[in-house]
């Protein structure tokens, strides 16, 4: 079963390891076997990781787009949620579904659940007061 990515004038997409950008105009893309994807929308730039939770999102996004090195990235993943946990405990429940999704090779499921976690830490930046 293949599947159908309808894409925007200019939207970049990541099939594999390759980004491709779209011309100027829709068009529609069959895949017809099972590789990475993610769409502009999911796709979080090294410069864009400038949280902690981000820099989470884009060890998983490595991980499911970069499948040669894994261990390095699940290396990166470990150290990076020690570092969440310790600074905010309530992650906790965010970073064992992440977890569960990534150790059953389900990556594109903890990119998801990783999200989650993006809003949740952008839920408690937005009550930390800022100095004068």
């Known amino acids: ?3 159908k990515l309808r894409l925007k004038p200019d939207e970049r997409v990541i099939i ?8 100027s105009k829709a068009c529609d893309l ?25 820099r989470v999102y884009f ?3 490595l991980m499911y787009i970069d ?37 059953a090779g389900d990556f594109y499921q903890a990119l998801k659940h ?3 976690l993006i809003d949740y830490e952008e839920e408690l930046m937005s009550h930390v007061k800022k100095p004068l």
């Open 16 to 23: 594999g390891r390759a980004v491709i950008r779209n011309g």
């Open 114 to 116: 990783t999200r989650k």
């Open 67 to 103: 499948a040669e090195n894994l261990v390095d990235y699940h290396a990166r993943f470990w150290d990076l949620v020690k570092d969440v946990q310790s600074a905010a405990p309530s992650t906790r429940p965010y970073v064992e579904k992440i977890s569960e999704k990534m150790l």
């Open 30 to 54: 069959l895949v017809e076997n099972n590789v990475p994807i993610l769409r502009q929308k999911d796709i979080l730039t090294e410069a864009e990781a400038v949280s902690p939770a981000r």
């Open 59 to 61: 060890a998983v996004q």
């Open 1 to 3: 079963m293949s599947l």
